[in-house]
């Protein structure tokens, strides 16, 4: 009885869905042979093992944008993250794709953040040796790093959306041999974090000071609207008239919104990502990093067992361990490790 619960729930995928879009029941496997939930779909319990992975919960206490900030509606990373989603899954319903591997790949797709947001991230690009990009770590979060080091044993459809989903400062839509997600649930996961983000970080530069209204070209607020909620509805909508007029071929938009999208977000790049984090709060974001990835390298014993994996190198551990770290855990961490004890004397 149970297992025709998800079979009429693939039943229903296959009559509702668009023909583009991803069918649960036509995955192309995990990366270890699993017995189906006799419940869910493979997407909604991929859905699930993120939610309810370590991982996802950390993100609550990482950086988004403005390091520590005073004040309790600034973005963090867990917020971006549910933001991200709900556009994401908004997109999806009006273009009858699969809703719940959409929603899978935006609840995972940044868990390989660092503690201290993308400065973070440029940080430990720059100390280790091999470089770091989250969205590599994020597919080893939960390919290796989840489940006591076994790994969370998601599609490949969401393994692919999680590695793809990155742009940087390039190409929101892309050609497939460079980096374009596979699915056209990948492809909104995509685009729909850079509306996410380049929204929600105005609206927090906005509240910080940092950034006046009369600041923002007025081409672009004329554009795509003079409020946070005009402007993501504006985004949304032309993804999806857009991406209809293709019949669906890939997630795309109009030129002249897809323009303006990415004036703001070089906007963004030149006026808010640059100054968030001043320049001293910045160099002791680093040290405090740098400190504690050396550190471990010389005492391996500080990586908890649980965090290891026996195969790994040490230098990987060590990645694994401070990208891992929320920013408060990094800073309690550095104050144990660094700093000299108080002596309460009597």
């Known amino acids: 009885m149970a297992d025709s619960i998800r079979q009429r729930a693939e039943e229903l995928e296959a009559q509702t869905l668009a023909p583009q879009a991803t069918l649960s ?11 189906p939930c006799p419940i869910r779909t493979c997407f909604q319990r991929d859905r699930d093992r993120i939610l309810h992975s370590k991982s996802f919960r950390r993100l609550k206490h990482k950086t988004q944008v403005f390091l520590s900030p005073e004040g309790d509606h600034y973005r963090t990373r ?43 991230e440029a940080i430990l690009n720059e100390i280790v040796p091999s470089g770091f990009r989250h969205y590599q770590q994020s ?12 790994g969370l044993n998601l599609s490949w459809e969401v393994r692919d959306g999680i590695l793809k989903h990155s742009k940087g400062i390039g190409a929101v839509f892309t050609s497939q041999d460079k980096g374009r997600p596979t699915t056209l649930e990948g492809q909104l996961v995509r685009v ?3 509306i996410a983000y380049i929204n929600h970080d105005l609206d927090d530069a906005l509240r910080s000071g940092l ?41 795309s938009m109009s030129p002249s919104i ?12 030149r006026t808010v ?14 040290k405090i990093l740098s400190d504690i990835y050396h550190h471990v390298l010389t005492n391996p014993d500080l990586v908890p067992i649980s965090s290891r994996r026996p195969e790994d190198p040490l ?5 694994d361990f401070v990208a891992g770290m929320t920013d408060r855990f990094a800073l309690n961490l550095y104050s144990r490790l660094f700093l000299p004890r108080r002596w309460d004397l009597v």
């Open 211 to 251: 950034i006046q209204p009369v600041d923002i070209p007025r081409e672009l607020t004329e554009l795509l609207g003079k409020t946070h909620s005009v402007r993501i509805n504006t985004l949304v909508n032309d993804v999806i008239r857009a991406s209809l007029d293709s019949n669906l071929k890939a997630i």
């Open 78 to 120: 867990l917020t971006h993250t549910l933001e991200v989603s709900q556009i994401a899954r908004t997109l999806s319903r009006a273009l009858q794709l699969n809703q719940d591997l959409t929603e899978a790949i935006a609840l995972g797709h940044d868990l390989g953040h660092t503690p201290f947001g993308h400065a973070g």
């Open 273 to 286: 990502y640059t100054l968030s984090i001043p320049n001293g709060e910045l160099l002791k974001a680093k």
């Open 315 to 319: 230098e990987l551990s060590a990645v």
């Open 25 to 35: 029941s036509q995955t192309r496997s995990r990366q270890k042979e699993d017995s």
């Open 139 to 150: 597919l080893r979060v939960v390919d290796k790093l989840e489940g006591d080091g076994q």
């Open 192 to 194: 729909s974090d850079v």
């Open 258 to 269: 897809l323009h303006a999208m990415m004036e703001l977000r070089y906007f963004l790049y």
